[in-house]
């Protein structure tokens, strides 16, 4: 595989290291200029760097709109013709990434909404540099704060990180579902041996649930920080539908829990 435009392949071990940041994105034209601005500011003293964009067949325009910010960061557009859902995103995304990353490199997964800000980054790149392999930005931490959520959203939110919890205890992890994460690249890959290149399984939003279970048996140290997220800076409505990710989430839960 050769590297995308803007994308150098694998670095020398005396280069500094890199923070490939992910951005799956459906239909979030209004969305992306201000997380990519928020994005070039927080980084632009913060080392060496790259945003990836996996554009899963919006029709507004999301592709545009990375194409022009690309003059002005460093950033790979990757398009899929067709929408097929946040884990396929992630899958391509994350693929990207490790094909062109150092084992020292860190993987950070953000929404595309702007709802999760990237001075989130630092705090949760820190964790890592502290002795964590994966960082989670969780809502059930000291500090965290959530704007523009229904309350049926945070009180079915709190519910699954409970039911979660109680199914699945992982020592440092309250909140499952959040996808503004950090990752170690030398765990992602060996996650990625360890179950045969199959570490996103679901192409729902349930996939970043699906992640950490597929993580949790590896020995892997997890983390958190409190998360801001600020749902009330967001245009368009959700790309969730609740219902059918709560069914689908239950249903991954019972099935990993009977070893399948």
């Known amino acids: ?42 980084m632009a003293s913060a080392g060496g760097y790259h945003v990836i964009v996996v554009d899963d067949g919006s029709r507004d325009g999301t592709a545009r709109v990375a194409e022009e910010h690309a003059a002005a960061l460093p950033l790979t557009l990757i398009r899929r013709a067709v929408n097929q859902g946040l884990g396929a995103a992630l899958r391509d995304g994350l693929g ?12 950070v997964t953000m929404d595309a909404d702007d709802t999760q800000t990237p001075a989130l980054i630092a705090p949760m790149v820190g964790r890592i540099d502290a002795g964590c392999d994966v960082v989670i930005a969780s809502r059930y931490r000291r500090g965290a ?6 309350l049926h959203r945070r ?4 519910g ?26 030398a765990v992602l890959r ?18 970043m649930v699906d992640i950490l279970l597929r993580l949790r048996p590896l020995g892997v140290v997890f983390g958190e920080v409190p998360l801001v997220l600020r749902y009330d800076r967001k245009s368009g409505k959700s790309k969730m539908a609740v219902g059918r990710t709560t069914w689908n989430t239950l249903r991954l839960l019972a099935r990993r829990r009977l070893g399948y």
Do not use: K
Request: glycine letters at 8%; one cysteine or more; proline letters at 7%.
């Open 190 to 207: 060996r996650a990625l041996a360890h179950h045969g290149g199959a570490l996103i399984t679901q192409d729902g939003f349930q996939c």
């Open 96 to 107: 990207a990434a490790l094909a062109h990353a150092d084992p020292r490199d860190i993987v």
């Open 1 to 42: 595989m050769t590297a995308p435009a803007g994308m150098d392949a694998r670095a020398p071990l005396d280069t500094p290291r890199t923070i490939f940041i992910v951005l799956p994105a459906y239909d979030e034209a209004e969305n992306l200029p201000r997380l990519l601005l928020g994005i070039r500011a927080e």
């Open 145 to 150: 704060r959530v704007y523009g959520v229904p």
């Open 160 to 185: 699954a990180s409970w039911l979660i919890r109680l199914v699945f205890p992982t020592r440092g992890v309250r909140d499952f579902t959040c996808g503004c994460r950090a990752y170690r690249v």
């Open 155 to 158: 009180t079915l939110s709190r």
